[in-house]
């Protein structure tokens, strides 16, 4: 990290092997588009390299900073070109191996499910589920990234894994 924050191109290459996939997985699930997350992505690590000696790891850790900088790119995208739908089009799904075809396309459609389901919430409530569930950070960490308190971030998770019990259901027989 300290030969990242003194300018060596090769730690940075490092960071940003290690770090990709989850800056984009976070940017697609905010932004909805393949392509937005695509150049979200591009502008977090340019910040990432341009701010690399603002980074403090004594006040917060690297994946908490990171996070911090990939919601904030989501939210200048989101002001610049306005909310849009997740698009699936053009992505791979996970395809388990030993899996049936009926098996695979059911995991798919639930899936699509899911995406949709996100994509009709809120920014707010949609941020608490992708950072807990999608990145796998905790409360206090989730509320630094989201600079939002403890109790917030706990509401705003109930609320939405409120939303996604009941979209996610499986519709009832006969109605």
Not at 33 to 39: G, L, P, R, V, Y
Not at 127 to 155: C, M, Q, W
Not at 160 to 175: D, S, T
Request: proline share 3%.
């Amino acid at each position: 990290m300290a030969q990242w924050q003194l300018g060596d191109m090769s730690a940075f290459e490092s960071l940003y092997r290690e770090n990709e996939d989850q800056v984009f997985k976070t940017a697609y699930l905010m932004s909805g588009s393949k392509q937005e997350a695509e150049d979200i992505c591009q502008e977090v690590f340019m910040s990432v390299w341009r701010s690399r000696e603002t980074f403090d790891p004594a006040r917060a850790k690297l994946t908490t900073w990171l996070h911090r900088i990939t919601f904030n790119a989501c939210l200048n995208n989101n002001h610049r070109k306005g909310t849009a739908d997740i698009n699936l089009e053009g992505l791979d799904f996970p395809e388990p191996a030993n899996r049936q075809p009926e098996e695979i396309m059911v995991t798919k459609y639930e899936y699509e499910k899911l995406l949709g389901t996100l994509a009709s919430m809120d920014k707010k409530h949609r941020s608490v589920l992708v950072l807990r569930y999608f990145n796998d950070l905790h409360y206090s960490e989730i509320a630094d990234v989201l600079n939002i308190p403890l109790g917030t971030v706990k509401s705003r998770l109930n609320q939405a894994l409120g939303c996604l019990r009941e979209q996610m259901a499986p519709e009832k027989a006969g109605a």
